[in-house]
Nanobody
């Protein structure tokens, strides 16, 4: 099993920045991909970005390209999401996700990001 704990959410003005962090524990070596998802009120949970644990290959949703950057630190078992030029439409609960040799995926408890206009 893999456990995930997020931190770093908060309230920020439009145009500002936040960095989310996620700490993974448990069966780390069974993780293939680490990702960030978000869910706004009344909306489905959607992928923001993901990164492969070993190779560091990244993938971004169109809404995140050019503004967000995902990275990981395998020594610390952490994954980060740097969010720049935040917009009100980025307001959501952000969830850390781990996928790999286990089913179902592991999820963190979520961290709230609120962007004021």
């Amino acid at each position: 099993q893999v456990q995930l704990v997020e931190s770093g959410g908060g309230l920020v003005q439009a145009g500002g920045s936040l960095r989310l962090s996620c700490t993974a524990s448990g069966s780390i070596f069974s993780i293939t991909v680490l990702g960030w998802y978000r869910q706004a009120p009344g909306e489905k949970r959607e992928l923001v970005a993901h990164i492969t644990r070993l190779g560091g290959t990244t993938h971004y949703a169109d809404s995140a390209k050019g503004r967000f950057a995902i990275s990981r630190d395998n020594f610390k078992n952490m994954v980060y999401l740097q969010m720049n030029n935040l917009k009100p439409e980025d307001t959501a609960v952000y969830y850390c996700n781990a996928a790999g040799a286990f089913d179902p995926d592991s999820w963190g408890q979520g961290t709230q990001v609120t962007v004021s206009s």
